[in-house]
């Protein structure tokens, strides 16, 4: 017997719906969404269902064994190859951060391990996007403790800040402004004395150890934290919004 279709009935691509989702603000549906289209992909072909070849039952066993290793493997090295900022903007920077309990670290179900490649990409992305406050911050705590384990770079760096502060205060002061060329020679060897200073103060190295830790805690952070539903502004919200604005009008 067969039906004819509905014409009350709406049928949207997945490329349309996907993307109203994350328009709409439910990340966390999108995220539930694409670990189950994943996990049914995978217990698929690990039932045999997908293929027309007879195996026995040691083999399909072996067969889901390696490939839900494989597939745990290919997610993890695809962190290595994402830019996880491809999406932020300077506009991310500008809102309020988010609470650094509920909102970034949260709770134990707050973490899972992506089901497939597409699924830490969009999380990285969307997470970045979110809690860039929240790592900006994580950088400069990391950048301080290496600082602090080495303190010549320490003083170095400061160094550096009192070099050139001098040097803006000496212009000030003398108006070098209107010797541009013996300014631009003075900068020039401003910024030798610099480079030669964080050279040797191992300024760099410090520099180099909190980029890393940063990036590391970023990445696993951002692909294993799960998406959760943007908070949608409501009409309170709105008429909050419009009462401030007319207030500093």
């Not at 290919?74 to 996880?84: I, Y």
């Not at 908070?231 to 919004?241: M, N, V």
Request: proline share 4%.
């Amino acid at each position: 017997m067969v039906f004819s279709a509905n014409p009350l009935s709406l049928s949207v691509p997945e490329a349309a719906f996907e993307s109203w989702l994350r328009d709409s603000g439910y990340l966390e549906v999108l995220d539930e969404r694409t670990t189950s289209v994943d996990r049914s992909f995978f217990t698929s072909d690990r039932d045999g269902s997908s293929t027309s070849i007879a195996t026995s039952p040691s083999s399909a066993t072996n067969y889901s064994v390696f490939s839900f290793i494989f597939s745990y493997l290919g997610t993890f090295f695809s962190l290595f190859t994402l830019n996880p900022f491809a999406k932020l903007i300077a506009d991310d920077f500008a809102g309020d951060a988010p609470s650094w309990t509920v909102g970034f670290f949260g709770c134990f179900d707050s973490y899972s391990f992506p089901s497939s490649p597409s699924q830490a990409k969009m999380r990285v992305h969307e997470n970045v996007k979110r809690y860039a406050r929240n790592y900006a911050t994580l950088a400069v705590i990391f950048f301080a403790s290496a600082l602090y384990q080495m303190p010549l770079a320490l003083v170095g760096l400061l160094s550096c800040l009192a070099l050139w502060d001098l040097f803006r205060f000496c212009s000030d002061k003398w108006g070098w402004e209107r010797y541009s060329s013996i300014r631009q020679c003075l900068v020039r060897i401003a910024q030798c004395a610099t480079a030669v200073i964080l050279y040797y103060t191992h300024v760099q190295l410090a520099l180099f150890c909190a980029i890393g830790v940063s990036y590391a805690v970023l990445i696993l952070h951002a692909s294993l934290r799960k998406l959760t539903t943007v908070k949608q502004p409501t009409q309170a919200d709105g008429y909050k919004r419009l009462q401030q604005s007319k207030y500093r009008s």
